[in-house]
Every structure is written in structure tokens, then in C-alpha cells.
């Protein structure tokens, strides 16, 4: 399943943040995480990254 992740060169800019239309990129004041479940994968997070750490990452689909 494809998502969003920020990695942990990111230097907390608050680009990302801010034009989330979703609002599903968080912080805890020290560290960005992106809200999985309301992300829609529209990519404007990683447009305005200055340092390009917003990663799409695809994740094999698991079978239960």
C-alpha cells in the first residue's frame, strides 16, 4: 500500500504542515509524522519539502 513517510533529515520548516489540505501532517513539537489514513497522496507536502525528505513508500500488500 502506497504512503507518504517523512524521514529524518527533515529540519521541521512547517512547509508541509501548512499546505496540507487534509491537515494529516502532524507534530509533537520536535518530529513531522503524515496521518496515513487521511492522507490522500496529493503530493503537495513534498513540492514545497526545501530538502526533499517526503518519501513515497509502496508496501507490499499483505494477505491474512
Not at 512547509?15 to 496540507?20: E, F, K, L, P, Q
Request: proline share 5%.
Amino acid at each position: 500500500m502506497k504512503h507518504l513517510e517523512i524521514t529524518s533529515v527533515c529540519i521541521a520548516c512547517d512547509n508541509c504542515r501548512a499546505v496540507c489540505p487534509e491537515k494529516a501532517v502532524i507534530t509533537n513539537g520536535k518530529e513531522y509524522y503524515i496521518e496515513n489514513w487521511s492522507c490522500t497522496l496529493c503530493g503537495l507536502c513534498q513540492e514545497v519539502c526545501p530538502i526533499d525528505c517526503i518519501k513515497t513508500v509502496n508496501d507490499p500488500i499483505q494477505f491474512k
